[in-house]
Every structure is written in structure tokens, then in C-alpha cells.
């Protein structure tokens, strides 16, 4: 039997910024990847990190009491977690979405009432800018640093793929909307059978390259440089969009869905993935809370349920579809024609 009902749960989510600023600050000091060295005592470690002796103590006892930080006498050390997702000098690094997350959309979010009145991005379009995309294509560096941030954040759902498909029963793939191209090095370094192609705009070439040959794919992955507003996509036996068609409005949708289905042969098949909503909408908050980002960032992007996107999917053609749960908010619709 329950006990008397109380505010906690509300208190706790309406402050959540709290906590999710000072673990921000925390990765965007370094603080996890200072500590991958060791534990280190007080003393020194807020002496090196530049933490004012006023704060210094109750920012890292805080992000010991969050779960992020462990602490024997007064010597700190990471946890098994962020030691893992949080180093910046393993490939398991997950923080570059939070550092994007941090410099961008913390901001940004500060506008959400604002956007869910008047359903217009709250981002730097706001005042005139260009869209994220422009402005990260347009900067070689900012745009291999969101590449990367985005392997971060997809790999365990681009291992799953690579793992749960039944790839045996085909010989290539392209990726589309690729970036710096894990989900097709996850693929292939799981099934050497197969070769893919990453397929997106001519300025992800060089990073995806270095990307491949760094993971040791180069000699069965190749990139198309395209744009697929305006070309055809490449034909092959699998498509893949891992989120992609979230980033566009529903008119968008359908035609990259039905592009996917000209470029495949009979049998072939299509995968989407993203935090798909549940069919419900009652469950996923985080897939729900992607879409309201999605608002904050775009001009008609939303994030949408499995049932959604089978429905699209038939409406272009395929004959049969199926949802299947990733990693954690994470599925795969697949669809084959």
C-alpha cells in the first residue's frame, strides 16, 4: 500500500536543471577525464580544476551524492560509469552531446514556453542565424566535433543493429545521412560479409573516411557524397536512416521514406531508427522530450511512434514492418519491400 502522496517527484523534476547543470560543468572542465588518472585529494584537485574555495567542496561532494563522483576520506575518484562514458580519451566517450548539449541547448530550452505557443525554433534562428546544420557544415572543426558527439551517443544502438538484423540474408547497405559513420562500422565489423556505402554531404567525406580506416573498415566501406532533397538514393540490398527523419516535418518524411523504397530491390529492406515514441505516448519521455527538442531546433521536426512510421512506410509501398527495441529509448522500424 502506498503512503500518503507528497511533492518530491514534482520538486525534484522541476529543479532537474540543478543537477544537469553541474554535471555539464563538470564534463565541460574535464573534471572526469582529469580523474581518469587516479583518485586525487581535494587539495589538489580543486586547486588544478581553478574551483573557487567557496564552491569547490559542494560542487564535487554534489556530484558524489548525484552518483557521478565516489570519494574515500577526502580523495575523489570516478565511478565505473563516467570513468567508461566520460573520459574523453576513450572511444566509449559519450559527453560530446552533452558538451553540445551544454554551449547550445541549455540556452536554447530557457525558450521552451515560448516555442510550444508560437511553434517556432527557439535556436539561433531565433535572431536571424543560420539553422544548426548550416551552421555546423560550415565549419570543418565544429562539425567533426558533432560528428563525433553523435558516435557517442548512437554507438550502442549502431551495435545492436549490427547485431539483431538478420544480415546473413544480404550483401550491402547504404547509410544514409551517415556523419562520421559508425552505425556502417558497427555493421561491417560485425558481418564481413557485407559492404556499405555511408551516403551524405560532400564535407562529411573526409571525416567519415578517417573515421573508417581508424576502425579498420576502409576496404569494405566507401562514401557517396549527395544531397537526398535533391538526388536519388543509392540502391542497395539494406537502407538505414538512424535519426534522420526526425530532424524533418511530415511532408519531408514520406519523401525520404519513399525514396528509400525506389532505391531498394524486391525483398530488400529499410531500418529507421530513433527514440521512437511508444505507441501509447505514455512511456518514452525521453523520445517525447527528443521531439520537443526537435521543436526547439527545427522548423518541423518531430519525433514520432513505430506504429507512425509502419504507417508511412506501407503508404510508400512496403509490404511488411516490424518494430524492435534497440537500447534504452532506442528502436528499429524495419520495413521490407
Given at each position: 500500500m502506498s503512503g500518503p502522496i507528497n511533492p518530491g517527484k514534482i520538486l525534484q523534476t522541476g529543479m532537474a536543471f540543478w543537477a544537469s547543470k553541474t554535471l555539464l560543468s563538470a564534463i565541460e572542465m574535464g573534471l572526469f577525464t582529469e580523474l581518469s588518472k587516479g583518485p586525487e585529494e581535494f587539495s589538489s584537485l580543486s586547486g588544478r580544476m581553478g574551483l573557487h574555495p567557496r564552491s569547490a567542496r559542494d560542487f564535487l561532494d554534489a556530484l558524489v551524492a548525484l552518483g557521478f563522483?565516489?570519494?574515500?576520506?577526502?580523495?575523489?575518484?570516478?565511478?565505473?560509469?563516467?570513468?567508461?562514458?566520460?573520459?574523453?580519451?576513450?572511444?566509449?566517450?559519450?559527453?560530446?552531446?552533452?558538451?553540445?548539449?551544454?554551449?547550445?541547448l541549455y540556452g536554447h530550452w530557457g525558450n521552451l514556453t515560448e516555442g510550444l505557443r508560437t511553434g517556432l525554433p527557439q535556436n539561433e534562428t531565433k535572431h536571424g542565424g543560420e539553422g544548426v546544420f548550416e551552421t555546423l557544415y560550415a565549419d570543418p572543426a565544429r562539425l567533426k566535433q558533432f560528428l563525433s558527439a553523435m558516435t557517442g551517443a548512437?554507438?550502442?544502438?549502431?551495435?545492436?543493429?549490427?547485431?539483431?538484423?538478420?544480415?546473413?540474408?544480404?550483401?550491402?547497405?547504404?547509410?544514409?545521412?551517415?556523419a562520421q559513420g559508425d552505425l556502417a562500422v558497427q555493421i561491417s565489423l560485425a558481418n564481413p560479409h557485407l559492404s556499405g556505402i555511408g551516403f551524405d554531404l560532400p564535407e562529411v567525406a573526409p571525416i567519415f573516411e578517417e573515421y573508417s580506416e581508424a576502425m579498420?573498415?576502409?576496404?569494405?566501406?566507401?562514401?557517396?557524397?549527395?544531397?537526398?532533397?535533391?538526388?536519388?538514393?543509392?540502391?542497395?540490398?539494406?537502407?538505414?536512416?538512424?535519426?534522420?527523419?526526425?530532424?524533418?516535418?511530415?511532408?519531408?518524411?514520406?519523401?525520404?521514406?519513399?525514396?528509400?523504397?525506389?532505391?531498394?530491390?524486391?525483398?530488400?529492406?529499410f531500418i529507421v531508427y530513433e527514440a521512437l515514441i511508444d505507441d501509447g505516448r505514455s512511456e518514452n519521455a525521453f523520445g517525447l522530450l527528443m521531439s520537443l527538442n526537435m521543436l526547439i531546433e527545427t522548423p518541423g521536426g518531430f519525433d514520432f511512434t513505430g506504429a507512425d512510421c509502419s504507417s508511412w512506410m506501407k503508404e510508400a509501398g512496403f509490404k511488411e514492418t516490424q518494430v524492435v527495441h534497440l537500447v534504452g529509448p532506442d528502436s528499429m522500424v524495419v520495413a521490407v519491400k
Amino acid at each position: 500500500m502506498s503512503g500518503p502522496i507528497n511533492p518530491g517527484k514534482i520538486l525534484q523534476t522541476g529543479m532537474a536543471f540543478w543537477a544537469s547543470k553541474t554535471l555539464l560543468s563538470a564534463i565541460e572542465m574535464g573534471l572526469f577525464t582529469e580523474l581518469s588518472k587516479g583518485p586525487e585529494e581535494f587539495s589538489s584537485l580543486s586547486g588544478r580544476m581553478g574551483l573557487h574555495p567557496r564552491s569547490a567542496r559542494d560542487f564535487l561532494d554534489a556530484l558524489v551524492a548525484l552518483g557521478f563522483l565516489d570519494r574515500i576520506g577526502s580523495a575523489y575518484s570516478n565511478t565505473p560509469e563516467t570513468a567508461l562514458f566520460l573520459d574523453k580519451r576513450k572511444p566509449s566517450y559519450v559527453g560530446g552531446i552533452l558538451e553540445m548539449a551544454n554551449h547550445r541547448l541549455y540556452g536554447h530550452w530557457g525558450n521552451l514556453t515560448e516555442g510550444l505557443r508560437t511553434g517556432l525554433p527557439q535556436n539561433e534562428t531565433k535572431h536571424g542565424g543560420e539553422g544548426v546544420f548550416e551552421t555546423l557544415y560550415a565549419d570543418p572543426a565544429r562539425l567533426k566535433q558533432f560528428l563525433s558527439a553523435m558516435t557517442g551517443a548512437s554507438r550502442g544502438a549502431n551495435m545492436a543493429i549490427a547485431g539483431k538484423f538478420s544480415w546473413k540474408d544480404y550483401s550491402n547497405f547504404v547509410d544514409v545521412g551517415t556523419a562520421q559513420g559508425d552505425l556502417a562500422v558497427q555493421i561491417s565489423l560485425a558481418n564481413p560479409h557485407l559492404s556499405g556505402i555511408g551516403f551524405d554531404l560532400p564535407e562529411v567525406a573526409p571525416i567519415f573516411e578517417e573515421y573508417s580506416e581508424a576502425m579498420g573498415t576502409s576496404g569494405r566501406l566507401s562514401f557517396q557524397a549527395g544531397d537526398f532533397f535533391k538526388e536519388d538514393l543509392p540502391k542497395a540490398d539494406v537502407i538505414l536512416m538512424g535519426h534522420i527523419l526526425h530532424d524533418w516535418d511530415l511532408p519531408t518524411k514520406k519523401m525520404l521514406v519513399r525514396k528509400a523504397y525506389e532505391a531498394l530491390p524486391e525483398g530488400g529492406a529499410f531500418i529507421v531508427y530513433e527514440a521512437l515514441i511508444d505507441d501509447g505516448r505514455s512511456e518514452n519521455a525521453f523520445g517525447l522530450l527528443m521531439s520537443l527538442n526537435m521543436l526547439i531546433e527545427t522548423p518541423g521536426g518531430f519525433d514520432f511512434t513505430g506504429a507512425d512510421c509502419s504507417s508511412w512506410m506501407k503508404e510508400a509501398g512496403f509490404k511488411e514492418t516490424q518494430v524492435v527495441h534497440l537500447v534504452g529509448p532506442d528502436s528499429m522500424v524495419v520495413a521490407v519491400k
